[in-house]
């Protein structure tokens, strides 16, 4: 009875939002009771499908086999905990989820935006229309609500224990409530170019929501590449998975787009860049989505499904763009600035970068769509790897953070002036310089790249401890978090060239009671264990390992075998030191009794996921900031 | 210059979402399915139930391989149009894929034998040379040669779309 509830609120929900949308967008907007209308419209109709959802997290937490989903994904001796994550481990669960998210930022945005916003009634008008979008996408074509008939079965099936891990199940909502959080921008923009009307500033108040989906955006892009890191054993941050690179397009356009905002706050000029990139940040998760649940690339993330899911995708997609796109051709001319951008002035840095982020966009979504139209044409599969995307991110992200050093002196409308004897930027280069001798001495580093990576990376880093300073001690105005968020950077490039070229592997063939010798560290082989946990088997292998001062440690790589579908997963066994992880896996058993185990040496690894948290926290922050500002 | 930017970023878009119209519509898009051609796996398992010993000889003909198993709530949802393919006499021979016999048959006499005999494999031996990841799949078997292969739920759609373009191509099942 409760799900035949769910189904319906479900479905009353989709057809008020659509009155919503008719509501904002055919009744003159300057009306107070219209905007009235349309937020109570909205607020209610997004109580009734969150009900909806919460019935269903209900059911699936009290083990309501009748749903055919719940009982496809959930198991009645699974923790409440994987019960509840078990309701976004597939398609159609997963999709109810990034709805219940995108309704959530709408009604977020209803709440606190005042009703005297003139681009309030439109903005949750867009909203609701994607929202109509998806949910008949749900409703027709991938329906949780479905029931098994006429037995169901008692105990559920089991979910597939890859995806039996706490940050797996926080891993996917993070990164939705990034992907649809763009909807606030993409609707304040339709919304001004609907109402025609250049002197609205809209782009203050989108900063603040665009920072907060950036920040969920990077948040949920780190957790999966650390997911990936220890609990799929890929040994390794990024792996430009088509799937990787389909979270990566967007974050960059929201990133172009989030500096962007701050130039075209302050004045209008670079707004046509703006417009453009909040209706590419949010195509860009769209097309996300229509990727990974059309099926059209295999990947660990793709989805189950049938071609029905991809064709209705891709035409609610279409829609959504090319109209956006033909509104924003037809108002082209509002957004156009007489202000000239001044050379070298803090805009033409930010231009710049735009300019080199446009082209990281692209050529990674050259890289996704080439095998495809390879494929089209020739109907051989072929696969973009890993040389072509560093071929081209090494350079350009370089380039970029050249630019972004710079703009650090640049100021608003004003050209460069660089006074070399006063500036910080000779005693930075030379500290940077001395890093990067130390680092090339002490670790033999011969690359171009890493080095290029390190100085950079240094400079940008020692720069801003001088801004700091300022900041401290002469208390000079600035803007605190967002050099936190750039010492991300600094550290995250000098981490990705340090790992890239300091990290090594070597597969190990070894017999119980044996020892060997890698990296200066001694692997003894001590035991070999079978345990029984709660739904597997498992086998253990124990390692001492020593280092070269003599400090021994254990690291027990383990793979398990499930009962219930045979399936067999390694189980990493990471000891983790400021500068680098050790990293096990066991493989096979070889014919003569020994085993294979892969051995990596990780360097500042860790690096990498603790810039992401600069920049998540500083992306937090400065939301929080400017909301209090505006307030 | 305005114009031909504007032109451009419209002109980029169409062609995107085209291609992507394109390649959806290719018969060849359907995830699941896979038709390159091999030859059937030497094999020997036991009959489910009668417990004989079944190998690559005893399959001659036209027929369909559908990897199933118990605890497999997909199949449960596939089983209803297998049992209706069954009755327009296209023979199906299921494979009992890393399941306990009991549970299987269990499984059967509850929701009915579309099979012509069923192969228990427990160990996934034969699923493994056939190159089956998950159950269900079910495969198109003519005189030895395995000939389309589909990952997922067959029903009525996946049916039409890609078996029967293939069986009408090979003109297989005519005597029946």
């Known amino acids: ?631 | 210059m305005t114009f031909l930017l504007r032109a451009l970023i419209l002109g980029l878009t169409l062609l995107f979402f085209t291609f992507f119209y394109l390649y959806i519509n290719e018969d060849k898009y359907y995830p699941g399915a896979d038709f390159q051609t091999s030859d059937m796996p030497k094999f020997e398992l036991y009959d489910l139930y009668s417990e004989k010993v079944i190998n690559q000889d005893n399959l001659d003909g036209t027929f369909l391989i559908n990897v199933w198993a118990s605890w497999c709530i997909t199949c449960r949802v596939e089983h209803g149009f297998l049992v209706n393919l069954s009755n327009q006499n296209i023979p199906i021979i299921g494979l009992n894929y890393k399941d306990e016999k009991e549970n299987a048959i269990e499984w059967i006499e509850r929701f009915g034998d579309p099979y012509k005999f069923i192969i228990h494999d427990l160990k996934g031996e034969l699923a493994l040379d056939l190159g089956v990841t998950g159950a269900p799949e079910t495969f198109l078997v003519s005189n030895g040669t395995l000939i389309a292969h589909y990952r997922g739920e067959v029903n009525d759609m996946i049916w039409k779309d890609v078996f029967m373009p293939i069986i009408k191509k090979e003109g297989l099942f005519k005597n029946d």
């Open chain 1, 1 to 631: 009875m409760l799900i035949e509830i769910a189904h319906f609120l479900t479905i009353l929900s989709t057809g008020l939002f659509f009155l919503c949308f008719i509501f904002s967008f055919l009744l003159s907007s300057n009306d107070t009771n219209v905007i009235n209308l349309v937020s109570k419209t909205y607020s209610h109709s997004f109580l009734l499908f969150v009900l909806s959802f919460l019935i269903y997290v209900y059911l699936a937490v009290n083990d309501d086999f009748r749903v055919l989903y719940i009982a496809q994904h959930s198991n009645i001796n699974l923790p409440i905990f994987y019960k509840i994550s078990s309701i976004w481990s597939a398609h159609e669960g997963s999709m109810f989820l990034w709805i219940v998210f995108l309704t959530i930022w709408g009604a977020v945005y209803n709440f606190f935006t005042s009703n005297n916003q003139p681009l309030k009634a439109k903005t949750i008008g867009v909203i609701s229309l994607t929202s109509v979008g998806f949910l008949l996408f749900l409703l027709l074509t991938s329906n949780p609500f479905e029931i098994i008939l006429p037995i169901p079965p008692e105990n559920g099936a089991d979910i597939n224990p890859v995806l039996q891990d706490p940050l797996l199940a926080i891993h996917p909502p993070m990164l939705y409530m990034g992907y649809v959080g763009f909807v606030i921008a993409f609707g304040q923009s339709i919304a001004f170019l609907v109402e025609g009307k250049s002197e609205i500033k809209w782009e203050k108040q989108v900063r603040f929501w665009s920072l907060i989906a950036w920040s969920f955006l990077t948040l949920g892009i780190a957790l999966g590449s650390w997911w990936a890191y220890y609990e799929l054993g890929w040994g390794g941050y990024w792996f430009w998975d088509p799937v990787e690179n389909v979270a990566l397009m967007p974050w960059l356009a929201a990133t172009a787009f989030i500096h962007s905002l701050s130039v075209s706050s302050k004045s209008s000029i670079l707004r046509i860049w703006t417009l453009l990139l909040s209706i590419l940040v949010f195509s860009l998760s769209l097309f996300g989505a229509f990727i990974v649940r059309s099926g059209i690339i295999d990947s660990v993330h793709s989805f189950a499904n049938d071609p029905e899911r991809g064709l209705y995708l891709l035409a609610f997609i279409g829609f959504l763009v090319i109209t956006s796109l033909l509104l924003f051709s037809y108002r082209f001319s509002i957004l156009v600035s007489n202000k000239r951008i001044t050379s070298l002035s803090k805009e033409s840095f930010i231009s710049i970068n735009n300019i080199l982020f446009g082209t990281l966009i692209f050529s990674t979504m050259l890289g996704v769509m080439y095998p495809l139209i390879y494929e089209f044409i020739y109907n051989q599969k072929i696969s973009v790897g890993a040389p072509f995307y560093n071929a081209i991110f090494v350079p350009i992200t370089l380039l970029a953070c050249i630019f972004m050093y710079f703009s650090i002196d640049s100021k608003w409308q004003q050209k460069l002036k660089i006074d070399l004897f006063k500036n910080p930027s000779i005693i930075s280069s030379v500290m940077a310089i001395m890093v990067v001798i130390f680092v090339k001495y002490k670790f033999l580093i011969s690359d171009f790249w890493t080095l290029a990576s390190i100085f950079i990376g240094m400079m940008i880093i020692t720069r801003y401890i001088f801004v700091i300073f300022d900041y401290l001690v002469l208390k000079k105005f600035t803007n605190i978090y967002s050099i936190t968020a750039h010492i991300g950077l600094g550290l995250l490039i000098i981490a990705i060239g340090l790992n890239n070229d300091l990290s090594k592997e070597r597969a190990l063939n070894i017999q119980i009671n044996d020892s060997d010798f890698y990296n200066n560290y001694e692997f003894t082989f001590d035991n070999m264990k079978l345990v029984s946990g709660p739904n597997y088997d498992s086998v253990i292998a124990d390692f001492i390992v020593k280092d070269k001062a003599g400090n021994e440690f254990m690291l027990s790589p383990e793979k398990r075998k499930y009962f219930v579908r045979g399936q067999i997963t390694t189980e990493t066994a990471i000891h983790v030191t400021p500068f680098k992880d050790i990293y096990m896996t066991i493989g096979d058993q070889l014919d003569d009794g020994s085993w294979i185990v892969n051995i990596q040496f990780n360097y500042f690894i860790r690096w990498i996921w603790f810039s992401a948290i600069l920049m998540i926290i500083s992306g937090i922050f400065l939301a929080y900031s400017l909301s209090r500002k505006r307030s």
